[in-house]
T-cell receptor, first 112, second 118 residues
Framework: AQSVSQHNHHVILSEAASLELGCNYSYGGTVNLFWYVQYPGQHLQLLLKYFSGDPLVKGIKGFEAEFIKSKFSFNLRKPSVQWSDTAEYFCAVMGNTGKLIFGQGTTLQVKP | EAGVAQSPRYKIIEKRQSVAFWCNPISGHATLYWYQQILGQGPKLLIQFQNNGVVDDSQLPKDRFSAERLKGVDSTLKIQPAKLEDSAVYLC????????????????FGPGTRLTVL
């Protein structure tokens, strides 16, 4: 069965600090990988996605993620966070059924 | 391009009452999903439609939840009767193409309906 595990439930950083959110998945076949963000009071938005090709993918707002197939990981990174990055972040995996499986989410709080 | 529309945005009911949510996906999107997001958790798929047919409803509590997409466009999700543990945000999402893994696999989410069961 597919599953997604996010390592951190709650992360607190100061502005300009670097961010890395861990995500590991369990699935035996071809996967598509996603990071979604949910800002306070807003709906889920796609940050970035990996389908194939270059394992380092860049998304919106300076975020990037690296797919490491051997480690079943898809960690999210940002070199320098801003207060406006305060949100909840969800890693998700989609297999060949078109079904999205989400991790439990990581709440990021950035202090000004 | 208009996004996924959902209504109502908020609903408060008492346990054992019934409630219905409506979703209008992005025009032309063949695949429609309903998710349940309990506070502090990631969204969990309830049901997946491909046009007007059900693809996956394995996690839908069928004794109380039902969903339909009769004309392959908009969809309704119903809970009857509601329980306290149904308090959650119900998200609708749509995707343009079918089931095959492809570069068009992105799902677009609506704003959700926040349900509170008292």
């Amino acid at each position: 069965a597919q599953s997604v595990s996010q390592h951190n439930h709650h992360v607190i950083l100061s502005e300009a600090a670097s961010l890395e959110l861990g995500c590991n998945y369990s699935y035996g076949g071809t996967v598509n990988l996603f990071w979604y963000v949910q800002y306070p009071g807003q709906h889920l938005q796609l940050l970035l996605k990996y389908f194939s090709g270059d394992p380092l993918v860049k998304g919106i707002k300076g975020f990037e993620a690296e797919f490491i197939k051997s480690k079943f990981s898809f960690n999210l990174r940002k070199p320098s966070v801003q207060w406006s990055d305060t949100a909840e972040y969800f890693c998700a995996v989609m297999g060949n059924t078109g079904k999205l499986i989400f991790g439990q989410g990581t709440t990021l709080q950035v202090k000004p | 391009e208009a996004g996924v529309a959902q209504s109502p945005r908020y609903k408060i009911i008492e346990k054992r009452q019934s409630v219905a949510f409506w979703c209008n996906p992005i025009s032309g999107h063949a695949t429609l999903y309903w998710y349940q997001q309990i506070l502090g958790q990631g969204p969990k798929l309830l049901i997946q439609f491909q046009n007007n047919g059900v693809v996956d409803d394995s996690q839908l509590p069928k004794d109380r939840f039902s969903a339909e997409r009769l004309k392959g466009v908009d969809s309704t999700l119903k809970i009857q009767p509601a329980k306290l543990e149904d308090s959650a945000v119900y998200l609708c999402a749509s995707r343009p193409f079918g089931l095959a893994v492809s570069s068009y696999n992105e799902q677009f989410f609506g704003p959700g309906t926040r349900l509170t069961v008292l």
